[in-house]
C-alpha cells in the first residue's frame, strides 16, 4: 500500500513538474528570439497593454507557434505510446514507421495536383490522415507473417524500408514540380513548423480533443493488450477490433499532427520511453506523462531551432533527429 | 568443380553481351532517336556527323558513369554483405551515403571553389565516418548486432547525418545545391569526372576480386577465417576501405542511390552460387546492367523530362528489401 502511494505521489510530482516546465518554457519563448520582446514587457503585453508591435510579436506570431508545437509533440507522443504498447515494442514510432512518409507524399500530390484554393490548409489533416493510413494498412500487411504472426521488429524494419522507397517516390514528384512548390515540400520534409498560425491550431486541436480522452477510456484495453495474445484473449478482448481501432486513433494523431509541422520523428519514441523509466510501464502512468512530456520535448526543440541559428534558424525536425537519433541508437544497444 | 566452372564462364560471357546490348539500347533510346549504326561508329571509330557528336558528347560519358557506378555500387555490397554476413547489408542503408552527404553539405558551404577532386575526397571521408559509425555501435554489444538491429542502427546514423546535413544546408543556403547532388544520379557527367571515376571504381574491383576468396572464408566465419589462418583484422581493414572507395566514389558521381547494392548481390548469389569469388565479377556486371537499365528508364519514362534514377532505385528496390527481410534473412 505505502509502495503504491508514493508511486502515485511520484506521478503527482512528474506531471507537475513537467506542468512547470512547459509554462516555463512558454514565457521563455515568448520572450526569447529574433524580435525582442524583453521579460517586463511580458506580462504587460498578455494583459493588453502592449504596443502594436509588442502584440504582433506575441500574439500573432510566438503564441500560435508555441501552442502547435506544444499540441503537435502531444500528438506525437500519444501516437508513439499507443503504437509502442500495440506492437509491444520500445522501437515504434509514427516516423520511423513510414506513416510520416506516407501523410508526407499524400500532401505532396494534394499540394502539387489538386486545384489549390483559400481554404486548402484545412484539408490537410485530412489528406495525410489518408495517407497515413493506407501506409500504415501496407505495413501492416507486409510484416504480418501467417505462422508466426507479428513480429515487432520486422514492422519496425517493413517502415524503415517503406519510408526509404515513398521518399524516392517524392523525389519524382517533386522533380516534375514548380521552383516555389518544391521549396515548401522540402521544407515541410525537414520538419519545419510552417502552420504556425491560429487557423492551423484549430485544424489540430479536434483530433486531440476527440482521440485523447478515447485513449484514456480505452487504458485497460492497452494494459491487456501490451500482455501476450493468448493472455488477452484469455481475458476476453476482442484483440483484432480494438487493435485496428487504436492503430487508426495513433495513425490520426501522427498524421495530423505532421500535416501542420512536417516530418518530425522520433518524439513518438522518446517521449513514451522516457515517461516509462519516470512512472513506470502502466499505461494509466505512462500516457499522461508521456503526452507531457512529447509536447514540451518538441517545444524545447523548436525553441532551440529558432535561436540556435540567425536568421532562418533550424527546422524543429533538424533539432529533434540530433537529439533522438543517439537515443534510439541507445534504445537499439540496450534492449534485447 | 570442373563441370561447374563451365557454365559459370558462360554465364560471365552472357551477361558480358548482355551488357553491352545494353549498353548500344541505352544510347540509342531518349529524347532523341539515334541510328543504330552511328552507335556502333562512334564506339569504333573516327568518324564524326551530328548524331555521333550527340553520342560522344552526352549519351556515352553518361551511360558509362550509370555503368561504373553501378557496378561498383554492387560491388561494395556484395562485399559488406560477406565481410558482415548480413543479407541486409547496403551502402544507403548502413549510413555511408548519408555520411557522404554530410561530407558533400560541409564542402558545399565552406569550400571557396568545389572541384570534383575534392567533391570525391569529401565523399570518401564521409562514408568512412559514417560506416565507422554503424559498424563501430554494432560491434558494441558481445557478438555483435543481428542484421535487422544493425540495418536499425544504419537507419538512426542515416537520420542523425542527414539532419546534420540539413542544418548545416540550410544555414549556409546550400540546400538547393546539395540536393541537386544528392539525387541528380547522371545528368551532366562529364569525360572529364569520369577520367577520375573510372581509374578508381576499376582498381577497387579489380582488387576486391583479388580478395574474393577472402570474403567467401569471412562470409562463413570468422572463427573459421582464423583458423584458416587469415589475419581477419588486416583483411578487414582493406576490405574497409575498398567498400569505402566504391561507394564514396558513386555518391561522388552520382549521389545516393539506394538498395542497389542490396539487389545486385542477392541476384548474383541467385546466379553463380555462394562463391564470392564468382559473385563479385558477376555482381560487378549485374550491377552495370541494372544502372544503365534504370537510367534508361528515368530518361525516358517522362521524356523529354528527366525522372530522378535515384528514385527509380528506391521504388523498384523496396520489393526486393521486403523479400529478403520476410526471410529472416538468415542465408547470406
Not at chain 1, 160 to 167: D, E, I, T
Amino acid at each position: 500500500m505505502i509502495a503504491s502511494r508514493s508511486v502515485k505521489k511520484r506521478l503527482g510530482w512528474t506531471i507537475a513538474s513537467l506542468i512547470v516546465l512547459i509554462i516555463f518554457t512558454f514565457l521563455l519563448g515568448s520572450a526569447v528570439g529574433h524580435a525582442s520582446l524583453s521579460f517586463n514587457r511580458l506580462l504587460p503585453t498578455l494583459m493588453g497593454d502592449g504596443t502594436a508591435k509588442e502584440n504582433i510579436i506575441l500574439f500573432s506570431i510566438r503564441l500560435p507557434r508555441m501552442l502547435i508545437t506544444l499540441l503537435a509533440g502531444m500528438a506525437l507522443a500519444l501516437s508513439g505510446a499507443i503504437l509502442q504498447v500495440i506492437t509491444r515494442n520500445d522501437l515504434a514510432d509514427p516516423g520511423l514507421l513510414g506513416i510520416n512518409s506516407g501523410a508526407g507524399v499524400a500532401i505532396a500530390l494534394y499540394y502539387l495536383f489538386a486545384p489549390v484554393g483559400e481554404k486548402y490548409a484545412s484539408m490537410f489533416p485530412l489528406v495525410a490522415l489518408l495517407g497515413g493510413l493506407l501506409t500504415a494498412a501496407i505495413i501492416y500487411l507486409f510484416s504480418y507473417q501467417r505462422r508466426i504472426g507479428f513480429k515487432p521488429i520486422n514492422l519496425v524494419l517493413t517502415g524503415v524500408g517503406f519510408s526509404m522507397a515513398l521518399s524516392g517516390l517524392m523525389v519524382i514528384l517533386i522533380s516534375s514540380a514548380d521552383r516555389d512548390k518544391v521549396q515548401f515540400i522540402i521544407k515541410w520534409l525537414a520538419g519545419n513548423i510552417w502552420g504556425a498560425d491560429w487557423p492551423y491550431i484549430l485544424t489540430l486541436l479536434p483530433w486531440l480533443v476527440i482521440i485523447v480522452p478515447f485513449i484514456f477510456f480505452k487504458m485497460r484495453t492497452l494494459n491487456v493488450i501490451s500482455l501476450d495474445d493468448s493472455v488477452s484473449l484469455g481475458l476476453g478482448t476482442r484483440l483484432q477490433r480494438e487493435r485496428l481501432l487504436l492503430i487508426i486513433a495513433a495513425v490520426a494523431l501522427a498524421a495530423s499532427a505532421v500535416s501542420v509541422t512536417g516530418g518530425i520523428s522520433f518524439i513518438g519514441l522518446m517521449a513514451p520511453h522516457i515517461a516509462k523509466a519516470l512512472v513506470g510501464p502502466r499505461s494509466q502512468r505512462f500516457i499522461p506523462v508521456s503526452i507531457l512530456l512529447g509536447g514540451w520535448l518538441l517545444l524545447i526543440a523548436d525553441f532551440i531551432g529558432r535561436n540556435v541559428a540567425y536568421p532562418d534558424g533550424l527546422p524543429a525536425g533538424v533539432v529533434v533527429a540530433l537529439i533522438g537519433a543517439p537515443y534510439f541508437v541507445f534504445l537499439l544497444y540496450r534492449t534485447k | 568443380m570442373k563441370n561447374r566452372s563451365l557454365p559459370f564462364a558462360l554465364t560471365m560471357i552472357g551477361l558480358a553481351a548482355l551488357l553491352f546490348i545494353t549498353l548500344v539500347a541505352s544510347i540509342i533510346l531518349g529524347a532523341k532517336d539515334i541510328a543504330v549504326i552511328n552507335v556502333l561508329r562512334a564506339l569504333f571509330t573516327d568518324k564524326i556527323n551530328d548524331q555521333i557528336l550527340i553520342i560522344k558528347e552526352i549519351r556515352l560519358p553518361r551511360e558509362l558513369a550509370a555503368l561504373f557506378v553501378g557496378a561498383a555500387l554492387a560491388v561494395s555490397g556484395a562485399i559488406m554483405q560477406g565481410m558482415t554476413r548480413n543479407p541486409l547489408a547496403d551502402p544507403g542503408l548502413l549510413g555511408l551515403s548519408a555520411g557522404a552527404n554530410l561530407a558533400l553539405a560541409i564542402v558545399m558551404a565552406f569550400a571557396v571553389k568545389v572541384s570534383f577532386m575534392s567533391i570525391i575526397v569529401a565523399c570518401f571521408v564521409g562514408a568512412a565516418v559514417g560506416a565507422g559509425l554503424v559498424f563501430g555501435i554494432g560491434s558494441l554489444k558481445n557478438g555483435g548486432f543481428s542484421p535487422v538491429r544493425l540495418v536499425l542502427a544504419g537507419s538512426a546514423v542515416s537520420a542523425f547525418l542527414y539532419a546534420v546535413s540539413q542544418g548545416i544546408a540550410i544555414n549556409f543556403k546550400v540546400a538547393k545545391d546539395v540536393s541537386m547532388w544528392t539525387s541528380g544520379g547522371f545528368v551532366g557527367s562529364s569525360w572529364n569526372q569520369l577520367s577520375l571515376v573510372i581509374p578508381i571504381v576499376a582498381i577497387g574491383i579489380a582488387v576486391s576480386i583479388l580478395f574474393s576468396k577472402q570474403v567467401t572464408v569471412l562470409s562463413l566465419n570468422e572463427d573459421v577465417a582464423t583458423g584458416l589462418g587469415q589475419r581477419t583484422a588486416l583483411i578487414k581493414a582493406i576490405l574497409f576501405i575498398l567498400i569505402v572507395m566504391l561507394a564514396g566514389v558513386s555518391v561522388a558521381l552520382a549521389g545516393n542511390l539506394i538498395f542497389v547494392g542490396l539487389m545486385v548481390p542477392h541476384m548474383a548469389r541467385k546466379l553463380v552460387g555462394v562463391d564470392y569469388k564468382r559473385i563479385i565479377p558477376a555482381s560487378a556486371i549485374m550491377g552495370a546492367i541494372f544502372m544503365l537499365g534504370a537510367d534508361t528508364v528515368a530518361r525516358i519514362i517522362n521524356a523529354p523530362f528527366e525522372t530522378s534514377v535515384a528514385a527509380i532505385t528506391a521504388v523498384l528496390g523496396i520489393p526486393f528489401f521486403l523479400l529478403i527481410v520476410n526471410k529472416g534473412g538468415k542465408r547470406i
